[in-house]
């Protein structure tokens, strides 16, 4: 079974500074994708960004963007430029390819100080 | 419509009863997945649809659980003789097409409390 892993439980990052985020992931597929999504307090899942497996070219989406080791089975999403916005919390996931259904980690929550 | 829709935000049973919970997917989205968020917020996937096929029911438990997709008609998760431990976050996403690439969009969640 696919597992996903966040170790860290909480971070927190000085505003208008970058900070990285932990993912590794386990899984025996070749194809798969790779999601980081944010839970803001309101509960709202949010897709930040999303990376295809056979893709070796990280994803980036404005600020946010990730470093996708897939031989190390690893993911993990850096926030640059940090805004008191960002403060959530982080969750990875995984999908299988035609799977769909979302395996997701334990969370970091995000702290933001100004 | 444009957003997933959940409905109630808010339930509250008392142990052995029964919670019924609704989600309208958005128009056109053929995918519907049904994901439990517990308090200390893992997420647990239970099952999903495609159009009223139940399409992976992996995650659901035996017992208890049942889930359906009517054709013009919203999809419900209904929990027959609530448990203390069924307290959490019911969370409804819905996709436009098999295949993960296709984005999940979430609805905004029915708390259900059982006391």
Not at chain 1, 96 to 107: Q, R, T
Not at chain 2, 31 to 41: E, G, I
């Given at each position: 079974?696919?597992?996903?892993?966040?170790?860290?439980?909480?971070?927190?990052?000085?505003?208008?500074?970058?900070?990285?985020?932990?993912?590794?992931?386990?899984?025996?597929?070749?194809?798969?994708?790779?999601?980081?999504?944010?839970?803001?307090?309101?509960?709202?899942?949010?897709?930040?960004?999303?990376?295809?497996?056979?893709?070796?070219?990280?994803?980036?989406?404005?600020?946010?963007?990730?470093?996708?080791?897939?031989?190390?089975?690893?993911?993990?999403?850096?926030?640059?430029?940090?805004?008191?916005?960002?403060?959530?919390?982080?969750?990875?996931?995984?999908?299988?390819?035609?799977?769909?259904?979302?395996?997701?980690?334990?969370?970091?929550?995000?702290?933001?100080?100004? | 419509?444009?957003?997933?829709?959940?409905?109630?935000?808010?339930?509250?049973?008392?142990?052995?009863?029964?919670?019924?919970?609704?989600?309208?997917?958005?128009?056109?989205?053929?995918?519907?997945?049904?994901?439990?968020?517990?308090?200390?917020?893992?997420?647990?996937?239970?099952?999903s649809?495609?159009?009223?096929?139940?399409?992976?029911?992996?995650?659901?438990?035996?017992?208890?659980?049942?889930?359906?997709?009517?054709?013009?008609?919203?999809?419900?998760?209904?929990?027959?003789?609530?448990?203390?431990?069924?307290?959490?976050?019911?969370?409804?996403?819905?996709?436009p097409?098999?295949?993960s690439?296709n984005?999940?969009?979430?609805?905004?969640?029915?708390?259900?409390?059982?006391?």
């Amino acid at each position: 079974a696919q597992t996903v892993t966040q170790s860290q439980p909480e971070m927190s990052v000085q505003e208008a500074e970058t900070v990285t985020l932990s993912c590794t992931y386990d899984t025996s597929e070749s194809d798969y994708y790779l999601f980081w999504y944010k839970q803001p307090p309101s509960r709202q899942m949010i897709l930040v960004i999303r990376q295809e497996a056979y893709k070796q070219q990280n994803a980036t989406e404005n600020r946010f963007s990730v470093n996708f080791q897939k031989a190390a089975k690893s993911f993990s999403l850096k926030i640059s430029d940090s805004q008191l916005g960002d403060a959530a919390m982080y969750f990875c996931a995984y999908a299988m390819e035609y799977g769909n259904k979302l395996v997701f980690g334990a969370g970091t929550i995000l702290r933001v100080k100004s | 419509g444009e957003e997933v829709a959940q409905t109630p935000k808010h339930l509250v049973r008392g142990e052995g009863q029964k919670a019924k919970l609704y989600c309208a997917p958005i128009k056109g989205h053929s995918y519907v997945f049904w994901y439990q968020q517990v308090l200390k917020n893992e997420f647990k996937f239970l099952i999903s649809f495609q159009n009223e096929n139940v399409f992976d029911e992996t995650g659901m438990p035996k017992e208890r659980f049942s889930a359906k997709c009517l054709p013009n008609s919203p999809c419900s998760l209904e929990i027959q003789a609530t448990k203390l431990e069924d307290s959490a976050v019911y969370f409804c996403a819905s996709s436009p097409a098999r295949g993960s690439y296709n984005e999940q969009f979430f609805g905004p969640g029915t708390r259900l409390t059982v006391l």
